[in-house]
């Protein structure tokens, strides 16, 4: 089976539907800042307060690398800001984007603490989104609109997509 790669932008839902794909499905499961996390022994916060976001996307790269035999893979929302890491994910498998609106988003991550990049103000976050929007929507295999609908909606939408 090809990995099927989940991208969306911060709070879009990637590792809550891919957890629940992956159980339902009887597939493996990996969440790439959850590896990064475990492999560096560091927050993510962290490394980006350490060390800067260039070395976060190192580790990213690194990551989505050495998670290539897994068959269901959440992703960081800044996932596509290198080519080499499309490039991988396009050989391997299937890139599903969680498309949520920047309202939705904002609600979701309202309170959100452990984000580097949803700690700027409004104008920046909304400039990130429209820009990664465009990345997400042009590397994308397939695209789900999530506003709106359930877990099990948006999982049946992929089932239905994969099968
Ligand atoms: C990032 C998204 C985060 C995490 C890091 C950077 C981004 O992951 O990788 O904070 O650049 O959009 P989530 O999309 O899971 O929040």
Do not use: C
């Not at 089976?1 to 590792?15: A, E, V």
């Not at 599903?96 to 603490?113: G, M, P, T, W």
């Not at 990049?117 to 909304?126: A, F, G, M, T």
């Amino acid at each position: 089976m090809q990995t099927i790669y989940l991208i969306g932008f911060m709070g879009s839902g990637k590792s809550t539907i891919g957890v629940r794909l992956a159980d339902k499905l009887g597939k493996s499961y990996v969440d790439t800042d959850e590896f990064i996390v475990n492999t560096s022994q560091q927050k993510i916060a962290d490394i980006f307060k350490n060390f800067g976001e260039d070395t976060f996307r190192n580790y990213e790269t690194k990551a989505i690398k050495e998670v290539s035999n897994y068959e269901v893979v959440s992703t960081g929302g800044g996932i596509v800001e290198k080519s080499d890491n499309l490039q991988i994910m396009k050989n391997n498998g299937l890139i599903v984007y969680l498309h949520a609106s920047f309202d939705e988003i904002s609600n979701r991550l309202e309170k959100d603490q452990t984000r580097p990049l949803w700690k700027s103000n409004d104008e920046e976050k909304l400039k990130l989104y429209r820009r990664r929007l465009s990345m997400y929507k042009q590397y994308a295999d397939h695209i789900v609109h999530t506003d709106g609908k359930t877990v099990d909606d948006i999982i049946q939408e992929i089932e239905n997509y994969i099968s």
